[in-house]
């Protein structure tokens, strides 16, 4: 489950593309942020992916990926052109097919091969063509589904929405949301071409004239059940009310928004919530979180490389040549996952109530503005890397200041997780098999 958006230049405050993005993947399963440089290749190579490999360009762009860990592809990322594209798990008519390639692999072999958001959408037209999609994407459980995906370069934005081998796509106008659902009905750009002749064939419509992508192609249980309307509506009616003046605090508060119903997040689960918590029979949690801030200056990316953002602090980041030791590379899987479960051990002591919720948020709050003012107020016509990578020291250190303080300051404090029975016992579960060193054997 997860949900992504876009804003182009002409709703944004700055005229620039904003893009975003929350992971929601299963509550044990570490995000990982891993940068791979530009590569060149022999003839004849191939890359193996999460299931099968499929043939190698000569050439690849560098990328940032954000990432299940034992995942070869990403749910999210850019590449060094400014590229950037999130996937979304979405639920059909048309029957799964065998272990081939994932929608996270194909995100990431467009991204490591494309420019544009065009290019994009052609080549993972491509693929799903050549090799198709399909297998387990679950970390603890079976998990599979097809996928959509929101492509955005410093210009233009695409939607392109997938069943099997049958897709559609839709370019951006101003701002847009998926999440897990077909969003696309009859105003489609371009689309397989039997895409139509397929739902009248299978009898999903009465007749050409009556096609609607969405409402033809949908699996109506698994889509209604993820919570994704209730999502999709509140991201759409945040970017409708703020267009015009969206800026990345803009998207933070989208991201770390949640349900208006819901009470307490850390006491129940929370579906409908974009920041989404789990605690119940199905559903996932926000395990990372990504904004992308685009244009004719140097893209700025906001990465928090943690679970659950309404607690998290998103810390700016740049593609210059500055180790951080929050980014790692492939190599250093280890570092990575250490990174993010430090930030879990956090989360976990919030609901076992060992953390004063209300003093950490008022200084993650605080942090949180002297972050984004730091960057508002930065020369990117001068785009001097030393000060970029000032920044993105200060803000890392920072950051894991205040949550190895908060850390220390609760862990002697005896945990208690509140909520229903159920709630309690799933995260029973869940903490005790929360293990930094389990493997992942791909079935």
């Not at 489609?188 to 002749?197: G, N, R, S, T």
């Not at 926000?286 to 928090?304: D, F, V």
Request: charged share 25%.
């Amino acid at each position: 489950m997860c949900d992504t958006i876009v804003a182009l230049g002409n709703s944004t405050e700055n005229s620039t593309v904003i893009f975003a993005k929350n992971s929601d993947r299963q509550p044990n399963e570490p995000h990982i942020m891993i940068r791979v440089p530009r590569r060149t290749y022999p003839k004849g190579a191939k890359v193996k992916c999460t299931y099968i490999e499929v043939d190698q360009v000569p050439e690849t762009c560098a990328v940032l990926l954000l990432k299940p860990s034992w995942i070869w592809g990403a749910e999210m990322g850019c590449n060094e052109w400014g590229l950037n594209i999130g996937n979304e798990a979405v639920f059909t008519r048309e029957k799964q097919g065998p272990p081939s390639l994932l929608g996270m692999d194909l995100l990431r072999l467009a991204l490591e091969r494309c420019k544009t958001s065009g290019e994009a959408l052609h080549l993972i037209v491509e693929l799903l063509q050549r090799y198709g999609q399909g297998g387990n994407c679950g970390y603890e459980r079976s998990f599979v589904y097809h996928n959509s995906f929101l492509i955005a370069d410093p210009n233009t934005a695409w939607v392109l929405e997938t069943a099997g081998k049958f897709w559609a796509a839709q370019k951006v106008k101003d701002v847009r949301c998926i999440s897990n659902r077909l969003s696309i009905g009859q105003d489609f750009d371009l689309a397989h071409p039997q895409l139509v002749e397929n739902a009248v064939k299978k009898g999903w419509c009465r007749s050409e004239a009556d096609f609607d992508f969405a409402r033809c192609y949908t699996e109506p249980v698994f889509t209604r059940f993820s919570g994704s309307k209730q999502r999709y509506e509140f991201c759409r009616n945040k970017l409708e009310a703020s267009k015009g003046t969206i800026n990345t605090a803009t998207m933070i508060e989208i991201l770390s928004g949640h349900d208006p119903k819901l009470a307490n997040p850390f006491t129940c689960h929370s579906l409908t919530s974009v920041c989404m918590h789990a605690g119940f029979l199905f559903g996932d949690h926000t395990t990372g979180s990504y904004i992308a801030e685009i244009g004719a200056r140097q893209a700025t990316y906001w990465l928090t490389g943690s679970s659950t953002p309404c607690i998290g602090v998103f810390k700016p980041y740049w593609l210059i040549d500055h180790e951080l030791p929050m980014v790692f590379s492939e190599a250093d899987t280890d570092k990575a996952l250490a990174f993010w479960h430090l930030r879990e051990t956090l989360h976990r002591m919030v609901l076992q109530h060992q953390v004063d919720l209300e003093s950490y948020r008022e200084k993650r709050g605080r942090l949180q503005q002297e972050l984004l003012a730091m960057v508002d107020g930065l020369d990117f016509d001068a785009a001097d890397p030393k000060r970029l990578a000032e920044v993105m020291d200060y803000g890392l250190a920072a950051e894991t200041k205040l949550v190895t303080e908060t850390i220390n300051a609760g862990k002697n404090i005896p945990g208690r997780i509140k909520g229903s029975p159920y709630f309690r016992y799933y995260w029973k579960k869940h903490n005790r098999g929360l293990n930094p060193e389990k493997e992942v054997v791909l079935q």
